[in-house]
């Protein structure tokens, strides 16, 4: 069976330019302090997917009001 990228695109990427997301914390401050402190200022914050950004690994440009977060796939939720 041969899926098509884009089909492999589509299951890779949940969200899209435009959608909803909230963030959450994914590590302790012990594992990693400064992504925990990153994480912090906008956990459980509810923003809108600006960019989507696929290498080196999926990543999101989130934007909060005024101000914008580059956040991973696993740290966000739909």
Known sequence: MII???ENKHEMIPYEVGDSVRVQQTCTEEEDSESFYYIQAFDKKKGEVMEVINH????????FGQAEAVL???EIIG
């Open 4 to 6: 098509s990228d884009v």
């Open 56 to 63: 080196p690994r999926i990543q999101y440009r989130v934007r």
């Open 72 to 74: 991973y796939h696993e």
